[in-house]
Every structure is written in structure tokens, then in C-alpha cells.
């Protein structure tokens, strides 16, 4: 009887569209197996950023002064985490004055992600203490101590993650997050820093990869905790940063 009802309930859930569709949404959206998976990908993402270092600094890594060099060192410079913060403080504000106040809020909450996962690679690499290219130590992660002296947060032992690239990926997520038009557009400048921190020699491309991890990840987090991502979840589309004033 019992063999017989399941049966019947099985027939049931595949005729009925809608049952099989959220039957088939449960199963995606099974927490841990979502986790099992992003740790997985982000480490076989991690360890080819290891083995390819060599190859990516031999070619994108800019060995005279030239145009492309300056276009990095400028291109680097945006992506500093005061230029940030002016920036998008100053275009909230302005939108806050105009009363479109959920675009005001949606560029707060972008660059404050980046802010806040950008904050996290330097703690991370502050700790880890790996050689940065362009160090006359021997390339290895050496920690908070080294020959017999403090290195927490000295310039050289300061490169993995990017913190540079850790800020603006936080960013770009977050923009696509809410906005997908605003999150090409961060995306592009992203890859921009991205590259000219590899191509300066400050970074190794493996660097940016963890950078890119975190701030995906970090990006998720802080968007569920302000309840933004889960909003965007809801209606199936993108928040737009452009709509107008709250109706209320």
C-alpha cells in the first residue's frame, strides 16, 4: 500500500510543473552542497593560479616605461581604496540629493563591499607575509616573522591576496549583484586594476585569483546580510540603480 501511495505521489510531483520545479530548486539550492562546490572550484582555481605564475608575469608584466605602463600605474591608482570611498560616497550623496534614494543606496552598499572585502585581503595578507614579485627575498609566505623582526604589514611580504584586487572583484560582484548593466561596466574595471597590479610586478597572477575568490565570496555575504542579495533572488531580476525615488 505504502509502495503504492509513493508511487502515485512520485506521478503526481512529475505531472505538476510547478511541484517538479521547486522540487528541482530545493535540490540546487541544498546549502552544503553549494559550499562543497565553490571550495572545491575556488581551491582548482587557486592551484592553477599557482602554476601558471610564472607564465602570466612573462607576459603581461611590463619591463619599460611606455604608454601601457602608464596606463597601468594610473589604472592601478583607481583602484585604491580612499579613491573608492571618495567616489562613491560622493556619487550616493549626489543621487541622495536628487531623491533617487534606492540608487543611493545600491552605490553605498557597492562600494562599501569593496571597502570591506579589500579591508579583509590586507588582514589575510598581513598574516600570510608572501613575497611580492618585485621583492629581493626569497619568493615563499613567510608569515608575521622574518629574520628576527616583525613584517606584519611591511610592502614586500604584502602579496597574497590582492588587496587592490580583492576591493574592486568586491566591487564588480556587487554591482552585478544588483544591477547587471552597472555590473559590466565594474567588471571591465576590475579586470583593468587586476591587470596592472600583475603588470607593475606588485602582484603574482595567483594573488589575484585568491583576491577574486574572497571578494566574490565576500561580496555574497554582505549583500545577504543587507539584504540585498536576497531581495534580487526574489524577483528573479536585477535591482536597477537607476529607478527613481522610493515610493515612500
Known sequence: MLKVLEHALASWRSANPYVAESAADERTKNPLAQALVCT???LGLLLLGFLLDGQVARILTLRSSNIWRSLAIYSSKAGEGWVIAVVGAT???????????????????VALTGLLTGFAA??????????????HEIQGF???????????????FGA?????????????TAAWLIDRRF???????AALVCWSRIALGCHHFSDTIAAGILG??????????WGYFGEAKVNCRPQSISAGPDPH
Open 216 to 225: 566574490i565570496y565576500g561580496a555574497r555575504l554582505v549583500l545577504r546580510r
Open 91 to 109: 556619487i550616493s550623496l549626489l543621487l541622495l540629493l536628487l531623491r533617487r534614494f534606492r540608487a543611493s543606496r545600491a552605490v553605498f552598499l
Open 160 to 172: 597574497f591576496p590582492s588587496g587592490h584586487a580583492a576591493t574592486v572583484i568586491g566591487l564588480a
Open 122 to 135: 590586507t588582514i589575510m595578507r598581513s598574516l600570510l607575509g608572501r613575497t611580492r614579485p618585485d621583492s
Open 183 to 189: 555590473g559590466v561596466l565594474a567588471a571591465g574595471y
Open 40 to 42: 572545491i572550484a575556488g
Open 142 to 156: 613567510y608569515g608575521v616573522w622574518h629574520h628576527a623582526h616583525w613584517i606584519f604589514g611591511k610592502y614586500e
